[in-house]
Nanobody
Framework: QWDLVESGGGSVETEGSLRLSCVAA????????????VAWFRQAPGKQREVVATLARDGRSRYSEFVKGRFTISKDNSKTTLYLQMNNLKLGDTARYYCAAIGPSDCGISVVPENFGLWGQGTQVTVSS
């Protein structure tokens, strides 16, 4: 059983856009989306899972270099939903995207998967030319 549920993935052409969403699978975990460090990771076939963006409790967001200026992480506390707006998608963005919660307090971009306590099953994003 997964603690978080992602949605919004799909197939898109290069330079297209997608918005991923993440909610808690059970209400008991909803508070972790609004109160804790949360993040989006991605994993392409044959590669390690890598951080895409983090969002700290105080609202500070950080991004990996390869998505800066193209992706935006945000959350709607009223809906206890985490988002990842992805614009100007590139072939290299093809991967399975995962949301994670209960991250470290500094919530920096150097976080690794082991730093997070809650995960979703992921949603596939495929970018084609």
């Amino acid at each position: 059983q997964w603690d978080l549920v992602e949605s919004g993935g799909g197939s898109v052409e290069t330079e297209g856009s997608l918005r991923l969403s993440c909610v808690a699978a059970r209400s008991m975990h909803s508070r972790h989306i609004t109160r804790d460090c949360v993040a989006w990771f991605r994993q392409a076939p044959g590669k390690q899972r890598e951080v895409v963006a983090t969002l700290a409790r105080d609202g500070r967001s950080r991004y990996s270099e390869f998505v800066k200026g193209r992706f935006t992480i945000s959350k709607d506390n009223s809906k206890t939903t985490l988002y990842l707006q992805m614009n100007n998608l590139k072939l290299g963005d093809t991967a399975r995207y995962y949301c994670a919660a209960i991250g470290p307090s500094d919530c920096g971009i150097s976080v690794v998967p082991e730093n997070f306590g809650l995960w979703g099953q992921g949603t596939q994003v495929t970018v084609s030319s």
